[in-house]
């Protein structure tokens, strides 16, 4: 089935630790996203990536960072410097390419809280 | 500035009863507007989206919407709300070409029997 993974789905991290969330999708997408879900906020978007190699901040990036090397996949890192990293994390995916009339497909989200 | 307001944090229907969820909007460019369903601990689905055309569209689960310029709104409808129903909905506005969305604070549909 074609989808997007997201892995773990909890995470428990120690303060001052890094951790990486994994995004994987079979869609054959070239864009990809990830956003931070807080009650009673919506989501925020945190970074994007249009393409291999390539990608940009969001509204929120401070204190995360990711990377994009293949197509089919795009970690975040939620370092230490994130002041209040404890929150739902979803990621998904476009077709990009400047498709229009397209749409976002999402994860099953992971659930970081700092212990 | 671009922004999507959802007015109700918290509505409460009885099983059988219709149903709007408001939506509002701040967008610069022509508005790509989208409603989303998220069960608890889960992520989203798409329930509809608006692109262009006729205004009123139609998407799964029985939902509809309507989009009215004039008013910014884009409020969805469900002629009989189901107790499966019960979650929480996200409005969305964005560019018709990216995932690149800016999203409501979500309205939290409780069902009672």
New interface residues.
């Given amino acids: 089935d074609g989808g ?1 993974t ?1 892995s773990p789905k909890y995470l428990f991290r120690k303060e001052g630790q890094n951790v990486t969330l994994s995004c994987e999708q079979n869609l054959n997408h070239d ?1 990809m ?1 990830w ?1 931070r879900q807080d009650p ?6 945190i970074y ?1 990536s ?1 393409i291999v190699n390539d990608f940009q901040k ?1 509204d929120i990036a401070e204190g995360y960072s990711v990377s994009r090397e293949k197509k089919e996949s795009f970690p975040l890192t939620v370092t230490s410097a994130q002041k209040n990293p404890t929150a739902f994390y ?1 990621c ?3 077709i ?1 390419r ?12 992971t ?1 970081l809280t700092v212990v | 500035a671009q922004s999507v307001t959802q007015p109700d944090i918290h509505i409460t229907v009885s099983e059988g009863a219709s149903l709007e969820l408001r939506c509002n909007y701040s967008y610069g460019a022509t508005p790509y507007l989208f409603w989303y369903v998220q069960s608890p601990g889960q992520g989203l689905q798409l329930l509809l989206k608006y692109f262009s055309g006729d205004t009123l569209v139609q998407g799964i689960k029985g939902f509809e919407a309507e989009f009215k310029r004039s008013q910014s709104s884009f409020n969805l409808r469900k002629p009989s709300v189901h107790w499966s129903d019960a979650a929480e909905y996200f409005c969305a506005v964005g560019p018709s070409n990216t995932g690149k969305l800016i999203f409501g604070q979500g309205t939290t549909l409780q069902v009672k029997p």
Wanted: aromatic share 16%; charged share 10%; net charge positive.
């Fill in positions: 997007i997201q864009a996203y956003y009673g906020q919506g989501l925020r978007l994007y249009q969001g979803l998904a995916s476009s990009g400047g498709v229009v009339n397209t749409e976002a497909f999402f994860g099953q989200g659930r």
